[in-house]
């Protein structure tokens, strides 16, 4: 495919104006419910219920033909549930009381177990009353589950809803089903629960969200790499050092000290997250923008990962995790984790992936580091292109510059393209609602397929089962510090070149 060709398709697919433009609002069949199972619980509260009441206020879910279902096991009332998830909406809600008091009307709860038919079969009498009542011709109306639930749930769900809850696909309607990482905590168990789902339902009805894939700077790699020429030859290891892929938190487990524990800081953060995104900075121009064209060229970045040595990996535990009374005396589990990669092809051959994530540690970012080559005779550092996902999002190039003033001398500055200051008034959409509205309109671009999965457990299951075994044990590491020092030693070895005297700083308005 020419150029040409790729970037009209590009201006089809992504665009440059604000969100409200960005999407077509919910294309005209039968009238859509979404039902949120686990609708009495954090994530559905903090994140999907929200993300529902953003859309809906943007206009992308009009209360004309849709309708929301709340779905758990506690016995509440459907004011119950409004009056939870309420305080929830962000800041600006107060201003907007019309809007949210409209928005809760369209909320119903229903209660009941997950593993008997009973209360599946009151929520498809309730959905289908609504239907009815929209006058939707059977069989076009269309149903969004997203199951806001523990994984080891999933299995009896999905067996409930295949077998009370499925809407007719006849006429132009579907029945599509949203899926919470963790998917599994190692290959068997991600293959055995893919197994189980994948019985029920169709790839295309499943949509495994990563809510990474939805941030507003992870979505713009395709475009930055494909259609900026200048990006196109230096985007190789012949120029390319090394890149770092990089998630901190300034705060520990707080309150979530046993769940964390069962799976530690790579399974939660850099199986996943971490490496989508790694994916998304080394995979080849794809043939199109066609989802399944772009999941194509991820899964054949995973399939050329080497293994993990076991030098290249620095694990650490903070002082002080093992004091939550969820968390084992003994317990061994990392809260921080820096994993080396390295991708076997014609491209990155030789190049680090270095990936790099922590609680607990001295500040609180989450970025893509792209550190080039020396330039040969010039001592004052290395260019760097950074994409700053969270907070403040940006992104800018590090260079080399003259200072200001009579004399020749050269310092580092940067060229910066920092989101709140370029596009002030724009709206940045959250994951969740960008992901929500993708699988409304049937787009799986940006969520995880079967077999991307499995190639991303392959990778990471013998390092994670050395781990349980006891065989490698975290370092321990002050809070608030920049982790084990050994960390920073192995980033050193793997090539990465700090810049001393040099600071970013997040422009002003």
């Known amino acids: 495919m020419g150029s040409g060709q790729w970037m009209v398709e590009k201006r089809s697919s992504f665009r440059s104006d604000s969100f409200s433009k960005e999407y077509e609002t919910v294309p005209e069949t039968g009238c859509l419910s979404i039902i949120v199972l686990g609708a009495s619980g954090d994530l559905a509260k903090k994140k999907t219920f929200p993300a529902l009441y953003n859309l809906y206020r943007r206009g992308f ?26 305080g929830y909406f962000g800041e600006d809600a107060s201003e907007h009381s019309e809007d949210v008091s409209k928005f809760l009307q369209l909320i119903k709860y229903v209660s009941g177990s997950y593993d008997t038919e009973d209360g599946f079969r009151l929520l498809d009498k309730e959905i ?39 809407n007719r696909s006849d006429l132009g309607g579907w029945t599509r ?88 800081i790579i399974r939660d953060i850099i199986q996943n997250h971490l490496l989508q995104v790694l994916c998304l900075v080394a995979m080849e121009k794809p043939v199109s923008l066609k989802p399944e064209h772009i999941r194509d060229e991820k899964v054949k970045v995973l399939q050329s990962v080497l293994p993990i040595k076991d030098e290249e ?34 491209r990155w051959e030789g190049v680090p992936f270095i990936l790099k994530a922590g609680k607990a540690l001295n500040s609180r970012k989450a970025e893509i580091r792209v550190q080039f080559k020396d330039v040969p005779g010039q001592k004052q550092g290395r260019n760097e292109f950074v994409i700053r996902l969270q907070p403040s ?42 992901l929500i509205l993708d699988t409304i309109r049937g787009d799986q671009q940006h969520f995880v397929r079967r077999d991307e999965l499995k190639a991303a457990w392959e ?41 001393h005297g040099y600071i970013w700083i997040p422009p002003t308005l």
């Not at 997203?146 to 499925?166: D, G, N, Q």
């Not at 990006?231 to 770092?244: A, E, S, T």
């Not at 990996?313 to 080396?340: I, K, M």
């Not at 809070?479 to 980033?491: I, Q, W, Y």
């Open 459 to 499: 990778i990471f299951t013998p390092l994670l089962h050395r781990i349980d075994d006891g065989e490698m044990k975290p370092l321990q590491y002050q809070p608030g510090s920049r982790g084990p020092v050994k960390a920073d030693e192995l980033l050193a070895k793997a090539g990465y070149v700090q810049t």
């Open 313 to 346: 990996v620095v694990l650490g535990q903070y002082e002080g995790y093992r004091d939550d009374p969820t968390v084992p005396d003994h317990s061994n589990t990392p809260t921080f984790a820096t994993v080396v990669l390295r991708i076997h092809n014609e």
């Open 128 to 166: 289908s009353e609504h239907e009815v009542s929209k006058n939707s011709a059977e069989g076009s109306s269309r149903r969004l589950f997203y199951l806001a639930l523990p994984p080891s749930v999933y299995p009896p769900v999905c067996r409930m809803i295949r077998k009370c809850c499925m």
């Open 177 to 264: 089903i949203v899926i919470e990482k963790p998917f599994g905590k190692d290959l068997e168990s991600a293959e055995k629960l893919s197994a189980q789902i994948g019985e029920l339902f169709e790839e295309p009805q499943l949509y495994r969200i990563d809510h990474y894939l939805g941030k507003e700077l992870v979505q713009n790699l395709l475009v930055l790499r494909f259609a900026n020429r200048f990006f196109l030859p230096l985007w190789n290891r012949d120029n390319i050092d090394n890149v770092q892929i990089v998630f901190r938190e300034d705060f520990g487990t707080e309150g979530r000290g046993g769940y964390f524990d069962e799976y530690g």
């Open 393 to 434: 999002e940006a992104m800018y190039m590090k260079l080399t510059v003259k200072q200001p003033g009579l004399e020749m001398s050269t310092v580092q500055s940067e060229l910066d393209l920092s989101y709140k200051q370029r596009y002030q008034g724009v709206a940045i959409p959250e994951a969740y609602e960008r």
């Open 61 to 86: 879910l009009p209360s004309n033909e849709v309708y929301i279902f709340g779905y758990a096991r506690t016995k509440i009332s459907d004011d119950d549930l409004r009056n939870r998830i309420r």
